[in-house]
């Protein structure tokens, strides 16, 4: 049981004190919010003893603590500080008078998930919120409830958890699935707007890959800082937001939202590399938001504006996609080739699955052989390989080709590759614009690996 105390009031911090019971002798790891990334908050003061209230050693390891623990109960407690009041985005915490926003792995110290296997079941969990009076606490687990019971350890640690006393809160059902909206702060469009992508988004979203893969989606937006949109999916089922003051609801903000509904299957149900976690990901972003709006042009303005940041980026035919995310190339999504060749790399397979099936297959079909694998396989884990071996399946050789040429290789891709490839996704001829003047604004977030 944990104990969740919320101090809006400065020095803002959280005093949280939680129980575990033991059923055997010896020590055992907590694991605690890593300092060294950007979760912003520190842990502070950390004590245990028994439950008569005699000390228990408390060790510090690598990424925690080892507690000595006698058989029984053990109570610790700690203090949890905050760098920033609001968050910087929306991977980091932010806890002030008016507002918290958190990540679950960013808050609790916990036992350790590695310690525990399928013959061992993770202790169960049960949380409680001690907040300002009028608040409301949403969490991917529940909203404005006694007590949460994180289900597994992931749930846990990959939830957001955020409490105001001005949360507007909203549910819906779409793509058969039931879903939380939480939102506070003004912007310019109103919050059924923004309920009405998250909709479309995962409605579009199942109908393309198969239903949506968890019971139930919360989805909560915040106010950050000017330039600090950011959007992730934590944990397998739940999308945080943080979102400029005054943002306009704009082809650029609904892509976001598609693409963090997308990362439920992507990210969430599926682990890849991050030219596809990423890339594709916005990929079907774009066509999925250009289907729910009608607007073709959607996809086609996006393709093209990815294009034009890949142009500039000067590694594009020196480094492969693989290469890049294992050298750890930082940079926002307009600097990468993951993001950005990525997706032109889902528009190119897309048009070559297209034509070489005579439309009859699509990358959907791809992305569910995928899904498929995933479900049944360790970590959810789909290799390159494998999506490569699926690839030549759904679309025959031309579809191998472009992927020796652009998801493995580092040929250039031109403006006319993506001039085809958009044809034959939307059947119509989309030209690209003349070169845009003012490029996408960063969005910093992405899935925990
Ligand atoms: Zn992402």
């Given at each position: 049981m944990y104990d969740?105390?919320?101090?809006?009031?400065?020095?803002?911090?959280?005093?949280?004190?939680?129980?575990?019971?033991?059923?055997?002798?010896?020590?055992?790891?907590?694991?605690?919010?890593?300092?060294?990334?950007?979760?912003?908050?520190?842990?502070e003061g950390l004590v245990a003893t028994d439950d008569r209230g005699r000390p228990v050693v408390v060790q510090p390891a690598a990424n925690g603590y080892h507690v000595?623990?006698?058989?029984?109960?053990?109570?610790?407690r700690y203090r949890l500080d905050f760098q920033n009041g609001v968050a910087l985005s929306s991977t980091g915490a932010g806890l002030n008078e008016t507002h918290l926003y958190a990540v679950g792995r960013g808050v609790f110290v916990a036992p350790d998930p590695a310690a525990y296997g399928r013959e061992r079941p993770y202790p169960v969990i049960r949380v409680h919120f001690i907040t300002p009076p009028g608040w409301h606490v949403v969490t991917a687990?529940?909203?404005?409830?006694?007590?949460?019971?994180?289900?597994?350890?992931?749930?846990?640690?990959?939830?957001?958890?955020?409490?105001?006393?001005?949360?507007?809160?909203?549910?819906?059902?779409?793509?058969?699935?039931?879903?939380?909206l939480a939102v506070r702060g003004e912007r310019h469009f109103s919050d059924s707007a923004l309920e009405q992508v998250i909709a479309g988004s995962l409605r579009r979203a199942s109908e393309t890959l198969g239903g949506v893969p968890v019971p139930e989606v919360t989805y909560t937006s915040d106010l950050g800082w000017k330039g600090r949109t950011s959007g992730s999916l934590q944990g397998r089922a739940s999308v945080g937001l943080i979102w400029e003051p005054g943002?306009?609801?704009?082809?650029?903000?609904?892509?976001?939202?598609?693409?963090?509904?997308?990362?439920?299957?992507?990210?969430?149900?599926?682990?890849?590399?991050?030219?596809?976690t990423e890339g594709v990901?916005?990929?079907?972003?774009?066509?999925?938001?250009?289907?729910?709006?009608?607007?073709?042009?959607?996809?086609?303005?996006?393709?093209?504006?990815?294009?034009?940041?890949?142009?500039?980026?000067?590694?594009?035919?020196?480094?492969?996609?693989?290469?890049?995310?294992?050298?750890?190339?930082?940079?926002?999504?307009t600097t990468l080739l993951v993001y950005r060749k990525g997706m032109l790399a889902g528009l190119l397979l897309d048009g070559a699955i297209r034509r070489a099936t005579d439309g009859e297959a699509t990358l959907g079909d791809l992305a569910r052989r995928m899904l498929a694998y995933a479900r049944q396989a360790p970590d959810?884990?789909?290799?390159?390989?494998?999506?490569?071996?699926?690839?030549?399946?759904?679309?025959?050789?031309?579809?191998?080709?472009?992927?020796?040429?652009?998801?493995?290789?580092?040929?250039?891709?031109?403006?006319?590759?993506?001039?085809?490839?958009l044809r034959a996704v939307t059947g119509l001829p989309v030209a690209a614009p003349a070169p845009i003047a003012k490029e996408r604004k960063s969005l910093i977030g992405h899935p925990k690996p």
């Open positions: 969740v105390d919320v101090f809006a009031s400065p020095p803002a911090h959280l005093s949280v004190e939680a129980r575990i019971t033991t059923t055997t002798t010896g020590s055992f790891a907590l694991v605690a919010p890593s300092a060294s990334v950007s979760s912003g908050t520190d842990v000595a623990a006698p058989a029984g109960a053990v109570r610790f687990w529940g909203v404005d409830e006694d007590a949460y019971a994180p289900p597994t350890s992931g749930a846990l640690f990959g939830s957001t958890l955020a409490a105001a006393p001005d949360y507007r809160i909203y549910r819906d059902t779409a793509g058969g699935t039931p879903f939380v943002e306009l609801l704009g082809l650029a903000r609904t892509h976001d939202l598609f693409h963090e509904t997308l990362h439920l299957w992507f990210g969430g149900a599926m682990d890849t590399d991050r030219w596809w990901t916005d990929y079907f972003a774009a066509r999925l938001e250009a289907e729910w709006s009608g607007r073709p042009e959607d996809l086609a303005d996006l393709c093209y504006q990815s294009l034009r940041n890949y142009q500039h980026i000067e590694r594009d035919t020196s480094m492969t996609m693989d290469q890049e995310q294992r050298e750890n190339v930082l940079g926002d999504n959810r884990r789909v290799s390159d390989a494998r999506i490569r071996d699926y690839a030549l399946e759904v679309g025959g050789p031309a579809v191998e080709r472009v992927w020796r040429q652009v998801v493995a290789g580092t040929a250039l891709i031109s403006e006319a590759d993506v001039t085809d490839a």
